[in-house]
């Protein structure tokens, strides 16, 4: 009877470790990135991360809960106030607070960030501008915008003649 347990447990373990020991520049422990969006809006950014786990882990998070994939999802991130907003086995979602410099008048400048993995498709989106990265590790030279209503309401008016 031990004999048949020891099996099942080294067999699960064999499962479970497996999908992780291949290597990939894409994946983190039993995660497998897809992608990354960022939406940038005032100074926070929103960030939506699309992702895979590998099936033997499903169960455990069932179980145990998702502390350890939002741990290892916030490794990735690399950036150090990202708050969850949600998350599950396919996705999540995180808002980061002050990402980006405020200039004021509306301007904002969302500076370089380094990830700590490779994201094959990274997309960064202000409301001026959309910017799609492939394979990388890295948004790089960071990127400047506008809040347009915070900008209207801060132009100096023309006087209209009567």
Not at 79 to 88: L, P, R, S, T
Not at 94 to 100: E, L, R, T
């Amino acid at each position: 009877m031990n004999v048949r347990a020891i099996a099942c447990i080294g067999l699960l373990l064999i499962v479970l470790v497996a999908p992780v020991a291949a290597d990939n520049d894409q994946r983190y422990g039993y995660i497998s990135l897809e992608s990354v969006q960022i939406q940038l809006h005032n100074d926070t950014a929103i960030i939506d991360m699309h992702y895979s786990v590998d099936e033997g882990t499903r169960i455990i998070f069932f179980l145990l809960g998702k502390q350890d994939l939002k741990n290892k999802l916030e490794t990735i991130l690399n950036f150090n106030n990202a708050q969850m907003q949600y998350i599950n086995l396919t996705d999540a979602e995180f808002a980061v607070d002050q990402a980006s410099y405020s200039y004021g008048n509306g301007i904002y400048w969302f500076p370089s960030h380094q990830f700590n993995l490779l994201i094959p498709a990274l997309t960064v989106s202000s409301p001026q501008v959309t910017r799609n990265y492939s394979n990388t590790n890295l948004f790089p030279d960071g990127m400047g915008y506008f809040d347009p209503l915070m900008i209207n309401q801060t132009l100096p008016q023309t006087p209209t003649v009567s």
